[in-house]
């Protein structure tokens, strides 16, 4: 991601938390112009205290931002830990100690063990580098994912570019700031300038993000300008000055709904829109109830079109405020379904609607009709997940006397009623899997977020030390497309039939990616833990044998080919000595040249070859559906139905084939698991209730 001149950023660990990053740092060349909205909680933590008076500035330098640990309602020590640590770093830096702001997240009421971030202030600020995502890992606590933002504008003749991070996910209430945000920017713009902006857009967007309600200690939103861009200064009236907060806007925006998308446990994005409200003021409070609403929340979960909850949420706060609203008059909207109109309920196809709220992005929309003002707010919906990570919080979380902060999730912790459950059911299925084998085919979501491909390679070992023994297929489809448009941006990628044409040249792109990218990263995270992973292509040893294919109508493919043989020679001798093969579905045609291969066609073929007795497709949906709604478990004859109704539809149909396939080869259970899913595959394994579609023979 781009960055703006003069702005460096490193994230290393000092040993905060036992493992991972967590100590950030952003620095500029020179002095900035800075500002910050901060929490109004009253128990605000030392760092945020530290800087009470201090901002707006034109000479800050640099944030220091840790994680692990709060530092909050830690008493005058947590103050003075501060002043050590800014001491530490404008020392390393070579900068007044007023010119270092700082930040934390983690533990609330465990002392900083400030010696820790001293130490590493050194070795900090000599990592410092344009790269932003180390500084952005460094932040994160309960988050999945990095959150990143950048935008480019010019100011006059000059190229003013933006950037930001920001973590949140949960304890985050709409009051001034919601969250940890660092926005850097080369513009020219005056602190106190800065500050009015920071203000209206902090205002517009973290502002209506609300995940449950709760205000964390340390939440701020700094934004650091140091004028490199070279740009006439954004003052008001200025030419620069409505594109610039523009600018800010937007990115302060994307981060709002990014977090909101990433709330604890969160599995949707929920927006809701109230208009036609009698007041500004009435309609943001009313956004804001709904999507913090507990039962609105939990019923998005399950994806619930229940109506009655939301206007249930907007008479009561209308009632105890005596707002002149009738709820007769109202329409309410699910994903763009009129569920409510007219004072009564609207018909509606419950099913379809209940499809929608499947998606990754819910919408509601309440059109009031008593008058002109409107207001969103963004969230999440409530899982179980929410509840478990919470609830688990402190009494899992442990401090050592030197401070560092580790999570203990040993069994031991739980309650004995669930311990025995959890072994019972989980012991059951480990003695049917023993010596077992199963196919993965590994693509789609699943591959591209970062914290997705660790719950995979966890599950994949996790699944070999039960004593199954995983044998995985992957594709590589987007990183393909990604690579391809790099290389060549005004090449356009030709399909037929939903199959890329590929010639020559990209098929030598096809295997670059697929073997020197894709399969080397699979192999080198799931050998982080236990190193016995091994990448194979399916031209090594003549594993998988090709012919080119043909679209229906005759035309040329290139070289896409399918599988006319496999010889799972090697594959056998990889599992006689206990390794996981990591196969990139690639074919060698009897002509000598190599062919690009359908992922979930090569992983039938080869889970027959091998008698394997599961079959596991990763894919984007929830498996199989039918007008919406997850089909647990069919048999091959029902699936075989539901194609020839046009029940399964667009891209399922090839990956149904393929199941129907490996049924008819002899593989005697198939399972469609949702690679969106942390840890799908264990679900779906271990449980006596799967959350895919289990297909049988």
């Avoid at 830690?74 to 700082?102: H, K, M, N, Y």
């Avoid at 933006?162 to 713009?189: C, E, H, N, R, W």
């Amino acid at each position: 991601m781009k960055t703006p001149r003069g702005f460096r950023f490193a994230g290393v660990n000092v040993g905060v938390k036992a493992v991972r990053k967590d100590l950030a740092l952003i620095l500029s060349d020179v002095p900035c112009n800075a500002a910050a909205c901060v929490t109004v909680n009253k128990a605000k933590a030392a760092p945020l205290l530290d800087l009470e008076g201090r901002l707006p500035s034109s000479s800050v330098r640099a944030i220091v931002v840790n994680s692990g640990n709060a530092n909050a309602l830690t008493g005058p020590e947590g103050l003075d830990d501060v002043r050590v640590v800014r001491e530490a770093f404008a020392q390393a830096i070579g900068c007044p100690a007023r010119a270092i702001l700082c930040a934390s997240t983690g533990v609330i009421g465990v002392r900083l063990p400030a010696h820790k971030l001293v130490a590493g202030a050194p070795r900090l600020v000599a990592a410092a580098g344009a790269s932003i995502e180390a500084a952005a890992e460094a932040i994160m606590t309960t988050d999945t994912r990095l959150k990143l933002a950048a935008r480019t504008l010019r100011i006059g003749d000059k190229e003013v570019q933006l950037s930001a991070f920001a973590k949140g996910s949960g304890m985050i209430a709409p009051q001034l700031a919601t969250m940890l945000v660092f926005i850097t920017t080369d513009a020219a713009i005056d602190e106190r300038t800065l500050a009015a902006m920071l203000d209206r857009a902090a205002d517009a967007t973290f502002n209506r993000v609300v995940i449950d309600g709760d205000m964390s200690t340390n939440d701020a939103v700094f934004a650091m300008a140091n004028g490199l861009a070279g740009n006439s200064p954004i003052t008001a009236g200025s030419e620069g000055y409505a594109p610039f907060e523009e600018a800010l806007r937007s990115i302060c925006l994307e981060l709002a709904r990014a977090i909101a998308e990433d709330g604890e446990g969160a599995t949707k994005l929920v927006e809701v829109t109230v208009t036609g409200a009698p007041g500004e003021r009435i309609a943001r409070d009313l956004t804001k109830s709904i999507v913090g609403s507990s039962l609105v929340k939990a019923s998005i979960f399950g994806a619930d079109p229940n109506w009655g909850r939301i206007l249930a949420t907007i008479g009561a706060r209308a009632g105890a405020n005596l707002w002149p609203i009738d709820l007769d008059r109202a329409r309410v909207e699910i994903q763009g379904v009129v569920v409510f109109d007219q004072g009564r309920p609207a018909a509606h196809d419950s099913a379809s609607l209940r499809a929608k709220m499947r998606m990754p992005r819910v919408a509601i929309d309440v059109h009031l009709h008593a008058g002109d003002d409107s207001a969103t707010a963004y969230g999440c919906d409530l899982s179980y997940d929410y509840v478990k990570i919470n609830a688990d919080y402190m009494s899992l979380v442990t401090a050592s006397p030197e401070g560092v902060v580790a999570k203990d999730d040993r069994l031991t912790n739980y309650s004995p009623g669930f311990k025995r459950a959890l072994l019972v059911e989980a012991l059951s299925y480990i003695s049917k899997f023993s010596g077992k084998r199963a196919v993965i085919q590994y693509g789609g979501a699943a591959m591209v977020k970062d914290s997705l491909k660790a719950s995979f390679c966890n599950d994949v070992n996790l699944l070999r030390n039960a004593g199954l023994l995983p044998i995985i297929v992957h594709g590589g489809g987007p990183e393909i497309a990604r690579t391809l448009e790099k290389l060549d941006p005004h090449k356009k990628s030709e399909f037929i039939d939903g199959v890329r044409i590929t010639d020559a040249h990209d098929y030598r792109v096809v295997e670059m990616v697929l073997t020197g990218r894709v399969n080397t990263e699979i192999v080198s995270l799931l050998n982080q833990e236990s190193p016995r992973a091994v990448g194979v292509s399916g031209k090594d040893g003549g594993l998988l044998r090709a012919r080119k294919l043909r679209a229906d109508d005759g035309r040329d493919l290139g070289r896409i080919g399918e599988v006319s043989s496999v010889n799972p020679a090697l594959l056998e001798l990889l599992l006689s000595k206990e390794y996981v093969p990591v196969i990139s579905p690639l074919g060698l045609g009897e002509d000598g040249e190599g062919y690009d291969l359908d992922a979930d066609a090569a992983a039938a073929e080869i889970a027959i070859a091998l008698g394997a007795e599961k079959l596991i497709y990763l894919t984007d949906v929830p498996g199989i559906l039918e007008e919406g709604e997850l089909l647990s478990e069919l048999t091959a004859a029902q699936l075989d139905a539901k194609i020839a109704a046009g029940v399964v539809r667009g891209g399922m149909v090839r990956k149904a084939r393929s199941i129907l396939r490996a049924i008819e080869g002899g593989v005697q259970k198939v399972h469609v698991v949702d690679g969106r899913t942390p840890h799908g595959v264990i679900a779906e394994l271990f449980t006596d209730r799967g959350v895919g579609t289990l297909v049988t023979a």
